[in-house]
T-cell receptor, first 115, second 118 residues
C-alpha cells in the first residue's frame, strides 16, 4: 500500500524565515511520482512540482526548493525567505503503479507566515 | 487558472437531498477525477472517468455516482445526503490515463465545490 506522511501539522514562522516541510512516502513500486500542491485560504489546489522516481536531482524554483532522497523515502520542500502570501496548506502526494497512478495525498501541513 | 471549471462554487442543502456537481476539464483532457476533501478524511480519491468510461473507483459511497458525457464534462451526483457529506469536492483532469497522465502533465485541479449539508 502507498502512504504519505506529513508529520508536521502546523508551522508558524515570521516573514523572511525559511520553512521546511517534511514528506515521507511509502511504496512498493520502483516507478512512482511525487508531488507538492498548495492550498491557499481561498481553497483551490495549486500544483507546485512533480518528481519521478528516477530523477533524484534537487530543484530550485525561485524561493521554493525540493530535496528528493530515495534512500530515506523523503521529498522535502523548503520555502526560503517566506512571505505572508505563502500562508497555505501544503500537501505532498504520491502516485504509483500499485494504485494505478491515482494521487494519494498526505494530511497536509498548515503554514502560517506572520508579518 | 488551471483550466478546470467546477460549478457551483458553493452549495447548501438539507439532509436527504440530492445534488449534482459539474466539472468541465481542460481543453484536450480526456480523464476526469473526483476528489473529496473533508476535515476528518483529508483528500480522498473518489472516481475517475476516461473518455466517457469509468476507469477507477476509490472511496466512493454507493449513494454517490458520476458520469462523463460525450463532450467530456463530468457530473458527480450525491444523493440521500448526510451531514458527514459536507466537504470540498474537487475535480481534476489530465490528457491521458494511468502513468501517461502523469508523465505528460500533472493533475490540475478545479477550484472545488464546497458542499454544506444542514
Amino acid at each position: 500500500a502507498q502512504k504519505v506522511t506529513q508529520a508536521q501539522t502546523e508551522i508558524s514562522v515570521v516573514e523572511k524565515e525559511d520553512v521546511t516541510l517534511d514528506c515521507v512516502y511509502e511504496t512498493r513500486d520502483t516507478t512512482y511520482y511525487l508531488f507538492w500542491y498548495k492550498q491557499p485560504p481561498s481553497g483551490e489546489l495549486v500544483f507546485l512540482i512533480r518528481r519521478n522516481s528516477f530523477d533524484e536531482q534537487n530543484e530550485i524554483s525561485g524561493r521554493y526548493s525540493w530535496n528528493f532522497q530515495k534512500s530515506t523515502s523523503s521529498f522535502n520542500f523548503t520555502i526560503t525567505a517566506s512571505q505572508v502570501v505563502d500562508s497555505a496548506v501544503y500537501f505532498c502526494a504520491l502516485s504509483d503503479q500499485y494504485n494505478d497512478y491515482k494521487l494519494s495525498f498526505g494530511a497536509g501541513t498548515t503554514v502560517t507566515v506572520r508579518a | 487558472d488551471s483550466g478546470v471549471t467546477q460549478t457551483p462554487k458553493h452549495l447548501i442543502t438539507a439532509t436527504g437531498q440530492r445534488v449534482t456537481l459539474r466539472c468541465s476539464p481542460r481543453s484536450g483532457d480526456l480523464s476526469v477525477y473526483w476528489y473529496q476533501q473533508s476535515l476528518d478524511q483529508g483528500l480522498q480519491f473518489l472516481i475517475q472517468y476516461y473518455n466517457g468510461e469509468e476507469r477507477a473507483k476509490g472511496n466512493i459511497l454507493e449513494r454517490f455516482s458520476a458520469q462523463q458525457f460525450p463532450d467530456l464534462h463530468s457530473e458527480l451526483n450525491l444523493s440521500s445526503l448526510e451531514l458527514g457529506d459536507s466537504a470540498l469536492y474537487f475535480c481534476a483532469s489530465s490528457v491521458a490515463d494511468g502513468v501517461r497522465a502523469l508523465a505528460d502533465s500533472p493533475l490540475h485541479f478545479g477550484n472545488g465545490t464546497r458542499l454544506t449539508v444542514t
